[in-house]
């Protein structure tokens, strides 16, 4: 199956796949440079260079000045030290200082590009409006004015819409605005979204994942509740991807997921494992299921959630069995972590994962038959986590299934919503839904069995 990025609303056109391929492009010379840029400071602060200036003082000078040209000048490099301790320094002196770099400068025009093929589908990225008065800011180097323009669009129409509407693109936004601030610290995660690779940190404070993993130490651990006659009336049996969400919707995010047995139209035993998104409020609680474990979770594969979920699987999936994981934002990421841990793989077949809403575009399931597939609404927030936004120009994997689309629904959280995304499957993109019942058939039968389990982190 191909990376659908074409039912991104099947807009994607020869001239849009060509500016696409130009803007990687760029972002790969960028990364050149930046290594030139390395090598050189390698160069300059090698003692043997110093050195060398006792034994042969003309020629060793002529070196020195050819190099430091080379790394300081607007004709050369920019202002380009990097690695090693003195080069950290000098950078970190230079970006305090505002100089100009020519790796700088050609990233950002490759996330400018980006942004522009973004406007193809989002026009608000190029009408005048709060979107392009912020990014015009970015441009001018005039981070506190782009701030207030952000709260001013906040008050307006109030942080949710005013999010959405940079959703689109707001990894590309966000990487723009952290290479050319005065923060040093972000500079890492802006150049892993230049070349399209994982981060381990964010673009805007340069936290790294693993601060936040520090919090995230939980064992993990699953209890069966007892059958709930009320909860279980209230769940969708069609066994469609837009009835697991459903289904999604009535467990909630406290703590609790779902697995059921199912007989196929083959007759063949198989289980459906429901995984919830994270639980708004503090960034810590009781289960696996806050945003401390979803900030880990995008950089990590062994999480509280995915211990707990490995119990759970232990207690009410037989060894052996053919298994389709189906998250929503949290839950998707989970999913993806579980598919990569090799202590799962042998033990259960793992034939689909579905992650709805999720930054799972970095993470590889460890046996390849396993079919991905990844739904996503473009004004949700939450994919971008990973520093991937859900019209980038960096493909994922050939064999997955990558669908993206634009709907009414602007504001969020409410368009990250595991109901909104089912309402919309059901209502703007059926011919999406439909291609995700058809991978999921095997698992459309007579439920014999639903375990509910709750996670807790400790």
Partial sequence: MSTDSGTRAGTAGPDVAALAAVARTLGEVAGEIREAGRALTAVATDPALTASLGRSPRSGLRAVRALARALTSPAGLGYAPDGGTLGRAA??????AGRESLAVAVAVTSLKLRIRLCSVRHPEFAEEGPVRRLLAAIEADRQTRALRILRESVRAEGAERALARLAPSLTEVMAWNALVDENPFNDAAAWHIVMGTRADGDPLLGTSIGAWARWDRGPGRAETEPPDPELLARLDHGGGIAAHLRNVTVLGNDGRMLIQRVTGPDGVTRHVVLLPGMAFGRPRNATPQDLVGAVTA???????????????????VPEGAQVALIGHSLGGITAMSLAELPEVNRRWRL?????????????????????VVSLVN???????????SPVSVFPVPADWLEITWVDSSHDFPQCHNAGVYAQSLDEVVPEARDRVDALLE???????????LRLHDR
């Fill in 91 to 96: 950078w970190l002196g230079g970006v305090l």
């Fill in 298 to 316: 995008v950089g990590r594969n062994d999480t509280p959630y995915t211990r707990a979920v490995r119990k759970a699987l232990a207690h009410a």
């Fill in 351 to 371: 034939t689909h994962v579905v992650a709805v809403g999720s930054p799972i575009d970095f993470k590889r399931p460890r046996d390849p038959a396993t079919r």
């Fill in 378 to 388: 473009e004004h949700d927030v939450v994919p971008n986590l990973e520093g991937r």
């Fill in 442 to 452: 095997p698992y459309r039968g007579q439920v014999e069995e639903t375990v509910v």
